[in-house]
């Protein structure tokens, strides 16, 4: 049988690649690409017959930061190089997540000092990158998480911008910002615990302590905010 085997990448070292995803209509990669380990320390094995000293990726405080660099390339093999996306700033957390249509991806970038956060819009076509939201604070920036909408036109934030941990939407190009969900509780996104916002149809599903801080219960709003926030697990915990 013929290898149908296609290598799209040729990441040289020290650079690594760190993370993939392939778009919905299979065409195009967004990778994760740290450009070098940065510090490297030896890391002494004594369990053995001899004593080894791996070398390990360790940076310490003054070292300047190796950031990852968000770049795409076709999925057929056709482009010889992946193209970096540009006018990103700041650190990136993790991947870009695709929209269902494949034409554009989010993601999320953050300042060394952590005093800011900024949401991205990235253009498919153009490798470019624009703010479509930034949360400031001068102690630490809140940890802001995102989403798609059905029709990837818009996304779904979640933001302590008024205080409280609340949904907001806004369009790809970052206008007609709306906050959803109002009140002195927050929604809540915590790994085990909580489930993170999904916009399904016409509304935002959400967990938050509106039932008090011990309680998680799930809930959704209309989008259009036709109708205040409905509890849809009414028992507690």
Known sequence: SSDLRNQITDIKAPAQLEDYDWSPDGKEFVLNVSPSPGRMMPLPNYSGQFVTAAPFPRDVAGDALAIPQILLIASDGTEPTPRPVTGLTGISPGLPEWSDDSKHLWGITFTRDYKSQQVWIIDRDTATAATVFKDTDPAWAFDMAAGWSPDSRHIWLLSERDGH??????????????????????????????????????????SSTE?????????????DKSAGVESISPAEG
């Open 165 to 206: 941990g609340h949904l907001y939407t806004t369009d790809i190009n970052g206008k007609n910002l709306e906050q959803i969900t109002r009140g002195a509780w927050d929604v809540m996104e915590e790994s085990g615990i909580s489930r993170e916002p999904q916009w399904i149809g016409g509304y935002l599903y959400f």
């Open 211 to 223: 039932a008090g801080t011990q309680n998680r219960r799930l809930y959704r709003i209309p989008v």
